[in-house]
């Protein structure tokens, strides 16, 4: 067997497209990766077009450090050499030389940055795979889809082998100073929108309404761990869990039932935009999903959207529950959520909640309220708790 990998390409795909802006992108990226390879003794260098990033850890946990990055598009784990042809069919033989008496297939891929290199791309897979084939390697070659891709790469000043990519997760890097606001509930749906938010490079911060005594201890800790869920994939975040006691109280006590659920949503959004103007938040972000649950309809969405002064993302709108729970288990998160605590709104729900609101009756309730007064004590009685990414992830959660 060859020794360990002596570094590994972080390639970036999507964003090699961004132009001008690809400097700040990468500068996030780096952001990113640097905490999660930081016990690994991993030193970054950025290339053209790719970050390097070396390190003489295992190769499993450079996969696992590297599982919670946006903006990869794979991950190459490389052994470096000179440039003297030697030396590289040595390393070449010594990668290859494992997989002999196996049925896989085999090409060589010569790649060549130092345009300078005497050899050119074409010379190099033909030395190289002669080479490989007079020391006895006994694959078929495959030039097409080779279950085995050794490719070699002139650098300027080294060169690089590698026979694996492993995929990256995607997206854009997580960008710290554009922060979104996600409405996190104990369920499936808005861990999974907060995600996808981050995926396209969004960082968020999350806004739990608890309603205690109605919505027990358990319910709050639960938010927690998906909070703890979602910051492993940015560099940590801000958990705001207000006390929405006295507020649904009121509700309840002078609004029509149907519409509780419409003016709940109504007072989540001044709350957020409340919280979310102390730290320039540009959005808030929701797991509602078109048509999901009656409640979720476009009336009401409408009645919900109404004098919001901030763009409200619904990452899952056109989601079927399948996929949302495919991506909560990718995430990791779907073990919390399925874990049976009410969140307030099952608890103060109506039994048959309006399914398409009318604003006449959506104002006329309202104004019963004090609005202005609820949504301040609202935002009194709300703790902000820092959410820390910690590496690495422990192996229970
Ligand atoms: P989820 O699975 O995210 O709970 P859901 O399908 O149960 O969503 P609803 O309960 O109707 O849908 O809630 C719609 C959205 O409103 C949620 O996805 C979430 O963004 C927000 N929301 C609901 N309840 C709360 C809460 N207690 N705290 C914060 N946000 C909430
Ligand atoms: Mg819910």
């Given at each position: 067997?060859?020794?360990?990998?002596?570094?590994?390409?972080?390639?970036?795909?999507?964003?090699?497209?961004?132009?001008?802006?690809?400097?700040?992108?990468?500068?996030?990226?780096?952001?990113?990766?640097?905490?999660?390879?930081?016990?690994?003794?991993?030193?970054?260098?950025?290339?053209?077009?790719?970050?390097?990033?070396?390190?003489?850890?295992?190769?499993?946990?450079?996969?696992?450090?590297?599982?919670?990055?946006?903006?990869?598009?794979?991950?190459?784990?490389?052994?470096?050499?000179?440039?003297?042809?030697?030396?590289?069919?040595?390393?070449?033989?010594?990668?290859?030389?494992?997989?002999?008496?196996?049925?896989?297939?085999?090409?060589?891929?010569?790649?060549r940055a130092n345009k300078r290199y005497p050899m050119n791309s074409?010379?190099?897979?033909?030395?190289?795979?002669?080479?490989?084939?007079?020391?006895?390697?006994?694959?078929?070659?495959?030039?097409?889809?080779?279950?085995?891709?050794?490719?070699?790469?002139i650098?300027l000043?080294?060169?690089?082998?590698?026979?694996?990519?492993?995929?990256?997760?995607?997206?854009?890097?997580?960008?710290?100073?554009?922060?979104?606001?996600?409405?996190?509930?104990?369920?499936?749906?808005?861990?999974?929108?907060?995600?996808?938010?981050?995926?396209?490079?969004?960082?968020?911060?999350?806004?739990?309404?608890?309603?205690?005594?109605?919505?027990?201890?358990?319910?709050?800790?639960?938010?927690?761990?998906?909070?703890?869920?979602?910051?492993?994939?940015?560099?940590?975040?801000?958990?705001?869990?207000?006390?929405?006691?006295?507020?649904?109280?009121?509700?309840?006590?002078?609004?029509?039932?149907?519409?509780?659920?419409?003016?709940?949503?109504?007072?989540?959004?001044?709350?957020?935009?409340?919280?979310?103007?102390?730290?320039?938040?540009?959005?808030?972000?929701?797991?509602?999903?078109?048509?999901?649950?009656?409640?979720?309809?476009?009336?009401?969405?409408?009645?919900?959207?109404?004098?919001?002064?901030?763009?409200?993302?619904?990452?899952?709108?056109?989601?079927?529950?399948?996929?949302?729970?495919?991506?909560?288990?990718?995430?990791?998160?779907?073990?919390?959520?399925?874990?049976?605590?009410?969140?307030?709104?099952?608890?103060?729900?109506?039994?048959?909640?309006?399914?398409?609101?009318?604003?006449?009756?959506?104002?006329?309730?309202?104004?019963?309220?004090?609005?202005?007064?609820?949504?301040?004590?609202?935002?009194?009685?709300?703790?902000?708790?820092?959410?820390?990414?910690?590496?690495?992830?422990?192996?229970?959660?």
């Amino acid at each position: 067997m060859s020794d360990k990998p002596s570094a590994y390409v972080l390639r970036f795909g999507e964003l090699a497209l961004k132009g001008r802006n690809q400097d700040r992108f990468v500068d996030d990226l780096i952001k990113i990766v640097k905490p999660r390879v930081k016990h690994l003794g991993g030193k970054l260098e950025k290339r053209h077009k790719k970050v390097l990033l070396r390190t003489e850890a295992e190769p499993e946990d450079v996969r696992k450090a590297l599982s919670t990055v946006f903006g990869l598009s794979g991950i190459s784990p490389i052994w470096i050499v000179g440039h003297d042809i030697e030396v590289i069919k040595e390393k070449a033989w010594e990668l290859m030389a494992p997989h002999c008496n196996s049925d896989k297939t085999f090409a060589v891929r010569g790649r060549r940055a130092n345009k300078r290199y005497p050899m050119n791309s074409m010379d190099l897979q033909l030395e190289l795979a002669g080479f490989l084939l007079d020391q006895g390697l006994d694959l078929k070659v495959d030039l097409k889809h080779p279950d085995l891709p050794l490719t070699v790469s002139i650098e300027l000043k080294e060169t690089w082998l590698y026979l694996d990519t492993w995929p990256g997760l995607g997206g854009l890097p997580v960008n710290g100073k554009t922060k979104h606001g996600l409405l996190l509930s104990g369920g499936i749906d808005s861990p999974v929108a907060g995600h996808l938010i981050q995926k396209r490079g969004g960082s968020i911060d999350a806004i739990y309404f608890h309603t205690p005594p109605f919505t027990v201890e358990a319910a709050r800790e639960k938010v927690v761990d998906l909070a703890n869920v979602l910051a492993r994939y940015q560099n940590g975040l801000t958990l705001y869990v207000v006390n929405f006691t006295a507020l649904m109280k009121t509700l309840r006590a002078e609004c029509l039932d149907k519409y509780m659920v419409v003016l709940t949503r109504r007072f989540m959004m001044r709350v957020a935009v409340a919280l979310l103007e102390k730290v320039n938040g540009q959005s808030i972000v929701t797991g509602e999903s078109l048509g999901q649950v009656a409640s979720q309809t476009i009336e009401n969405i409408t009645a919900i959207n109404e004098g919001v002064p901030l763009p409200i993302l619904r990452p899952l709108i056109g989601m079927d529950k399948t996929e949302i729970i495919r991506i909560s288990e990718h995430m990791s998160a779907y073990p919390i959520s399925i874990q049976p605590f009410e969140d307030c709104c099952s608890l103060f729900s109506p039994k048959e909640p309006v399914t398409r609101a009318s604003l006449k009756v959506v104002h006329r309730e309202e104004r019963k309220l004090d609005i202005e007064a609820l949504v301040a004590e609202a935002v009194e009685h709300t703790e902000a708790l820092a959410i820390e990414a910690r590496f690495p992830i422990a192996e229970s959660t």
